[in-house]
């Protein structure tokens, strides 16, 4: 094909882009824009899983909004599922059962919803660990690290009103922890659970509130912090790994179009075939098997969806320690279920300036990223934290490891309570070591080649 743009036949969407152009003046931004360069790297992938993994939910809630009717209203169902028929049920169960059974392509758009939420959180967490480890939160990028803990925060809101919403046996018993918990906040806590819930438990409101909640508010959360996570990361630039071309002040990387674009669009692509994949083959929460809530009813084992484990873990391993201040009970639900999280999410949150000012003791600009051993107090905490909430969510299952290796729940919980704060404190502190005897290594080769004369001067 020649060159000369004369010659080339002007196709109808060129006069478009022209038009378009004159009135927005769209070429200056997109060329600007077009050639940014993008730090190229498998890691920086993974909060776009994320992102993906949120367009393939809103789109799939959508399609279940449209069939999903929030009430508690008793219905009788006549559907195609025998064990239920005749039964009396909620409004809202029995519309998840026509969905799962009677609407065409329900039961699949239930499942890649309920896995897009489950691999959501995954590679939220996983895209915090790689920034968290690389010290990629560091100055300017503190404020897009709470960004992003208020958006882990409002994905595990969407995941449990989400996961409430069946009214299935399983979910309605984890509306009853929320609720418990809620009732143990002193003052205030039995106030909000019933404007909450509209009255006394279960109330008549919840999957109304819930719903509400699931399909506006959260979303539109999410979806806002979202684009002010990007807005931030583009007017930042992205970080990048240390190497011989890239410094602080420069950005070595693939241009966004087309080459980070063709990147990224594939990597949708995959995402939603996998999710389609999962959603196609694996069955998840298959309510008619739970049954229709009854608040008097309950079953074991019982464990939330995997991001919830570790609260759940943290309640279930808690000793029923009940105690009162100035005539005020503390019920045994407000430290786990609410104090702990609350201080886990505050650490997390302030971590880019605990870093700083007692860690590195560092307030300088960063826009290259660390190595773990680089910073082996950051990497032995982060370890030994993360390893802490893995051997909580292992409690939440303790139910299930009690009848697994046919030993006493009790016995289970107390191994658990030990293993819980010797094994993180043990493997973070060993990550430490690990980290700092590679940095040590690494110094004293660094040493070595500088002080071994130049090959020239020996002979
Ligand atoms: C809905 C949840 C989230 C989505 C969709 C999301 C999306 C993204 C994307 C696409 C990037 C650029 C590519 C990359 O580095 O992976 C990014 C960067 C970043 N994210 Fe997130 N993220 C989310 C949650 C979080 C969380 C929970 C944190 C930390 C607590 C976080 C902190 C950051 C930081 C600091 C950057 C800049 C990284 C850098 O320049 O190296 N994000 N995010």
Do not use: C
């Not at 083959?281 to 608040?295: A, D, M, R, T």
């Not at 939440?396 to 016995?411: E, F, H, I």
């Amino acid at each position: 094909m020649s060159t000369t743009d004369e010659s080339r036949r002007q196709s109808p969407l060129d006069d478009v882009a022209r038009w378009l152009d004159d009135r927005l003046r769209l070429a200056e931004g997109t060329q600007r824009y077009w050639r940014k360069a993008f730090p190229a790297h498998w890691s920086f992938l993974i909060g776009e899983v994320a992102l993906f993994s949120l367009v393939v939910l809103l789109f799939t809630g959508t399609f279940l909004a449209f069939f999903y009717v929030p009430d508690t209203r008793l219905v009788v169902y006549d559907g195609p599922y025998v064990p239920l028929q005749g039964q009396e049920i909620s409004a809202a169960f029995d519309s998840t059962l026509r969905l799962s059974f009677e609407v065409r392509g329900g039961l699949v758009m239930r499942q890649i919803h309920h896995w897009a939420a489950l691999v959501f959180v995954a590679a939220i967490t996983v895209h915090m660990l790689r920034v968290f480890f690389t010290g990629a939160f560091r100055r300017p990028r503190e404020l897009n690290w709470v960004v992003g803990v208020i958006l882990l925060l409002l994905a595990f809101g969407a995941g449990f009103t989400g996961y409430s919403l069946p009214d299935d046996l399983l979910s309605g018993t984890g509306l009853r922890i929320g609720y418990s918990v809620l009732l143990g906040i002193p003052f205030v806590g039995p106030l909000i659970g019933f404007i909450a819930l509209g009255g006394e438990y279960p109330g008549t409101d919840v999957l109304g509130r819930l719903h509400i909640l699931h399909v506006m508010l959260l979303p539109a959360g999410l979806i806002g912090l979202v684009g002010a996570h990007l807005a931030i990361l583009v007017r930042q630039k992205h970080t990048q790994k240390p190497s011989k071309k890239a410094t602080n002040t420069n950005v070595v990387g693939e241009p966004l179009f087309p080459n980070q674009t063709l990147t990224s669009l594939a990597l949708f692509a995959f995402t939603i075939a996998v999710l389609a994949m999962l959603g196609g083959l694996f069955e998840i929460n298959p309510v008619w098997l739970y049954g229709p809530y009854e608040p008097f009813q309950v079953f074991a084992p019982a464990q939330p969806d995997w991001y919830m484990g570790w609260l759940e873990g943290l309640l279930r391993l808690w000793p029923n320690w009940e105690f009162t201040i100035l005539g005020l009970t503390i019920p045994s639900t407000l430290l786990p279920g609410v104090i702990l999280p609350g201080l886990i999410f505050t650490v997390v949150g302030a971590w880019p300036w605990i870093d700083a000012r007692w860690i590195t003791k560092d307030h300088e600009e960063h826009h290259l990223l660390q190595r773990p051993r680089d910073v082996p107090v950051r990497t032995g905490i982060g370890v030994g934290g993360f390893v802490f909430l893995l051997s909580i969510f292992i409690a939440g299952g303790n139910d299930v490891l009690a009848s697994n290796t046919a030993t006493g729940l009790q016995t289970i919980s107390a191994i658990l309570r030990v293993g819980t704060i010797v094994v993180p404190l043990l493997i973070g502190w060993i990550a430490y070591r690990i980290a700092k005897g590679l940095k040590e290594n690494e110094a004293a080769a660094a040493r070595a080649t500088r002080s071994e004369p130049a090959s020239g001067a020996q002979q």
